[in-house]
C-alpha cells in the first residue's frame, strides 16, 4: 500500500526556517510526480511546490518563490520542503502528494486533483 509520511512542522518565529520531509513507500518513488500543498483554517487547499521525475520544479504560489525550496532524493525514497523566511500567512496543515506511476518531462502540476494519493499533513505554526 502507498503511504506518505509527512514529518518536520513545528512552531517557528517569523522569519525562522523548517524543513518538512516526506516519506514514500510503496511504490517506485521516482517513477512519480510529487507535491506539497497546504490547508489555512477556513481556507482552500492550494499547491505550494510540485516536482516531476526529472527533477523539474514548479513554485504553485507566488508567495513561496525565493523563499520555499522543493527537492527530492529518490535515493531514500524521500521528498523535501526547505522553508525559509517564514511569516505568519505559510501558517497551515502541509500535506505531501504523490501521483505514482508518472514519468516523463510534462511539467509537473500545481492542481490537487492531479495527485492520487496523501499524507496525513504535518502543522506548520509561524507566529509574528
Known amino acids: 500500500a502507498v503511504q506518505l509520511v509527512e514529518s518536520g512542522g513545528g512552531s517557528v518565529q517569523a522569519g525562522g526556517s523548517l524543513t518538512l520531509s516526506c516519506a514514500a513507500s510503496?511504490?517506485?518513488?521516482?517513477?512519480?510526480?510529487m507535491g506539497w500543498f497546504r490547508q489555512a483554517p477556513g481556507k482552500e487547499r492550494e499547491g505550494v511546490a510540485v516536482i516531476n521525475s526529472a527533477g523539474f520544479t514548479n513554485y504553485c504560489a507566488d508567495s513561496v518563490k525565493g523563499r520555499f525550496t522543493i527537492t527530492r532524493y529518490n535515493s531514500n525514497n524521500t521528498l523535501y520542503l526547505q522553508m525559509n523566511s517564514l511569516n505568519p500567512d505559510d501558517t497551515a496543515m502541509y500535506y505531501c502528494?504523490?501521483?505514482?506511476?508518472?514519468?516523463?518531462?510534462?511539467?509537473?502540476?500545481?492542481?490537487?486533483?492531479?495527485?492520487?494519493?496523501w499524507g496525513q499533513g504535518t502543522q506548520v505554526t509561524v507566529s509574528s
Open positions: 502528494a504523490a501521483l505514482p506511476d508518472a514519468f516523463g518531462l510534462a511539467p509537473p502540476m500545481c492542481g490537487a486533483n492531479f495527485y492520487k494519493y
Open positions: 510503496g511504490y517506485l518513488f521516482s517513477r512519480s510526480y
